[in-house]
């Protein structure tokens, strides 16, 4: 029966020890630093200089309920005239004036709603992103020290197996 053979090197220290050297060569993939620092792209970010913060001011008053129902009672004030004006009249006022005026509110606080819901699905993969990413990273970095060690036990091994041989 073969009895075990003891290596003469302390495996666990060894093991520390190129775990300490790993840390200090191992360098992250720069994308993880630029990313933590741009942050993920979100809809308000657009909005650059005089005219697109005019614009988005603009769009933030108009795209409201209220503005709808303001806008409805505008286009309602006409009806008495559009009736009395007959049947292409009324057709005229309801696709130019109350379709126009209160369906583009309606339609701009939707568009909202769904920019909203959009910048928060995007934070979420934002995050989840930075995450994975961040795994992946140790990940490497945990194989990278495997690799080391694997070489380093390999080393040791042909050196035990010359030794015995001699």
Known sequence: ???KQKLPINIGGLLFMYYIYAMKIYIP???????SKIGPHLTE?????????LAMLITNMVSTMWCAYVFAIIALI???????????????????????LVLLSVIMVGQKVAARASDKQALQTFKDTEALLKIQDEVHRLIKINTELTEEIHSLVKKQKRKKSI
């Open 29 to 35: 993939h720069p994308r993880i630093e630029e990313r």
């Open 78 to 100: 006409s009806l008495p005239a559009a009736i009395e004006g007959g049947t292409a009249t009324i057709v005229s006022w309801v696709a130019q004036t109350f379709l126009q």
């Open 45 to 53: 970010d657009e909005h650059v200089g005089f005219n697109g913060r």
């Open 1 to 3: 029966m073969a009895s």
